[in-house]
């Protein structure tokens, strides 16, 4: 079955190019209001692509009250570049936010990673690794045995990120860049400090290393 988005935009010049760009590949619905869109919203879309000016209910108040029943990712297509915007746009509940003009296959690239998220997050509640360590990617937490491994929201996506690849090799600038996003404010180097805490958190629990340093190249899951 293919996934659904949701595109609502009050310039039916963009939403025609998005639709006629993201069609191949995914069912579209489309919503040239806001109003329009929060109606379509219960139609069950896995992902909206949602622009803030709009006349009437403009976009910010469409988030907040489709977040009452919508959990699929919600990301803002504007103009506005503020970063008082920005940080509005999440608190009403986005997930993204894209500056206009973009470019598609950016776009379609951020569409795919949210969506992939999704689909790891609906998967098995839990995974466990030498039957000593378990990551639970619904709830967000980790546990060794029955104690559980206090993590911060990053360093459990860190986790999270490796752990559904284990073997794989991520170098510093990918999980950065799948952690804090490509507009991530900061540099790669925060990845290095996020790993040694985890490591840490992890050694007062048990004695395995589960994060192994692939000199050179990166890190991978070692479970």
């Not at 795919?112 to 689909?119: F, S, V, Y």
């Not at 559980?148 to 690849?165: G, K, M, N």
């Amino acid at each position: 079955m293919r996934q659904k988005l949701l595109i609502a935009d009050d310039e039916p010049g963009i939403v025609d190019m998005l639709c006629t760009y993201f069609a191949p590949r995914y069912d579209v619905l489309t919503a040239c209001s806001g109003e329009e869109a929060a109606r379509k919203a219960g139609q069950g879309p896995d992902l909206i692509l949602l622009d803030i000016n709009m006349p009437g209910m403009d976009g910010l108040s469409v988030c907040r009250t489709v977040r009452a029943h919508v959990t699929c990712p919600i990301l803002f297509l504007t103009a506005r570049t503020e970063s008082a915007d920005k940080i509005e746009g999440f608190r009403a509940g986005a997930d993204d936010y894209i500056v206009k003009p973009f470019d598609l296959d950016e776009l379609a690239a951020r569409v795919e990673a949210h969506l992939r998220r999704e689909q790891r997050r609906s998967g098995p509640a839990a995974a466990r690794f030498f039957g000593e360590l378990a990551v639970d990617y619904a709830a967000r937490t980790v546990t060794a045995g029955s104690e559980t491994v206090t993590l911060s929201r990053r360093e459990f996506d860190i986790v999270e990120l490796l752990s559904l690849h284990p073997g794989q090799v991520f170098d510093r600038e990918r999980i950065y860049e799948a952690v804090w996003g490509i507009d991530g404010e900061g540099s790669s180097d925060t990845v290095m400090e996020h790993i040694r805490k985890i490591r840490a958190k992890l050694a007062r629990h048990t004695l395995h290393s589960y994060i192994k340093t692939v000199w050179g190249c990166g890190y991978k899951w070692n479970g």
